[in-house]
């Protein structure tokens, strides 16, 4: 059927009729598609929609002032595109975005000086320079370099990256069979200890990475993407890279240390718990782990009360209208079984955490201030 109508189409001249045909073409489509086929539907494609009649909420804006911890500079590297996400701040409510730039050198002053006319609303955040860091002396080097950027700008360390696949990463080269524990970096650690900036700190990956790929992996949406891959030269597990972090903050108390994406565990809320009790200068950031933790929202919310003078708001997303909609949604609100499936890949409904006030003001920004005043 398909192909007479591809056929027709070349054929008739009269504009009219290839408008019907075309209709009919694209509903001959729909209706064919394997994509919408339950027998061949792949999990790709798959976009469920709520039908239930429960209300939601509009969000026009975060319920109080917002200081976002964990963003990144390539989002808007123009200024049409810095102004636009500001309108955007302006409309939410953020008052302040942390940019981690993961860069040195002459990478991180380009990036700085595009920021530069905007320092009150953006904070720029440095990595660490491995540039010859096989090499005898590179230690030294490294911290006069983390020095420089400090004066040059930088008011912390971020996103240093490990996911256990044997390369803390950063710019303009990675640390290749590296881990975030390894002696090497200590120098660099014990460093942003007494220039008091703090150090965002990547570890690990959500656990459904390490599960197999298969039918029984319930995030497997996201994870195939994101699979791990322990055949790697020096591949660390996810219980090796949590031991790596706490390795660091416990052998480094003057310096405060973020994990991002609440240490990536998500899966087990008490690992981070644990940590977050036990170390006065570990915090955690939320960043890109709403769609992991939505899905359970009484202990979620139950481990954002508990520890809500330890975590921080961040985003890690492209800055719009639906993303800060969405995260806002998540914390705020009583709302069940929504949907940002494009957002945060995943094909599990959501659901609020309806944090209290007190909560909300200490991981939007009251928690924030106490690192960055540091």
């Not at 094909?347 to 540091?374: E, M, R, T």
Request: glycine share 6%; with cysteine; hydrophobic share 40%.
């Amino acid at each position: 059927m398909i192909n007479l109508i591809l056929f027709e189409l070349k054929t008739i001249s009269s504009m009219l009729l290839k408008k019907i045909l075309l209709c009919i073409l694209i509903g001959a489509i729909a209706q064919f598609c394997p994509a919408q086929n339950p027998d061949s539907l792949l999990l790709k494609h798959y976009r469920p929609q709520s039908i239930y009649k429960i209300p939601v909420t509009a969000i026009d804006k975060a319920k109080f002032p917002v200081i976002d911890m964990h963003a990144h500079s390539w989002y808007s590297k123009e200024v049409k595109d810095i102004k636009e996400w500001l309108r955007l701040m302006d409309k939410f409510g953020i008052e302040k975005v942390v940019l981690l730039t993961e860069s040195t050198g002459a990478q991180f002053d380009s990036i700085y000086n595009v920021y530069a006319p905007y320092l009150n609303r953006f904070e720029l955040w440095c990595g660490f320079d491995y540039t010859g860091y096989q090499e005898p002396g590179w230690g030294e080097k490294a911290v006069k370099e983390l020095e420089r950027c400090v004066k040059a700008g930088a008011r912390g360390v971020g996103e240093l990256g490990d996911k256990g696949l044997g390369e803390v990463f950063s710019n303009p080269v990675p640390g290749y069979g590296m881990h975030v524990d390894d002696k090497r970096l200590q120098p660099l650690y014990e460093k942003c200890g007494e220039l008091k900036i703090p150090v965002s700190i990547h570890v690990a990956e959500p656990m459904w990475m390490y599960e197999p790929m298969d039918s029984t992996n319930d995030g497997l949406m996201n994870a195939y993407s994101w699979k791990m891959d322990p055949s790697k030269p020096g591949f660390r597990g996810h219980g090796e890279m949590i031991k790596a972090l706490e390795n660091v903050v416990k052998a480094n108390p003057r310096t405060t240390f973020v994990a991002c994406h609440l240490a990536n565990c998500e899966y087990d809320l008490t690992l981070l718990g644990n940590l977050l009790s036990k170390y006065d200068n570990l915090y955690a950031d939320v960043a890109a782990r709403f769609g992991e933790i939505a899905p359970i929202p009484r202990f979620a919310s139950a481990f954002f009360e508990k520890y809500q003078d330890k975590l921080v708001y961040g985003t890690d997303y492209h800055p719009g209208n639906f993303m800060y909609e969405t995260t806002f949604r998540i914390l705020q609100t009583n709302d069940e079984h929504f949907y940002a499936t494009d957002l945060f890949e995943y094909h599990w409904p959501l659901q609020g955490f309806n944090l209290s006030d007190a909560a909300l003001k200490k991981i939007y920004k009251g928690n924030a201030l106490k690192i960055l005043k540091k």
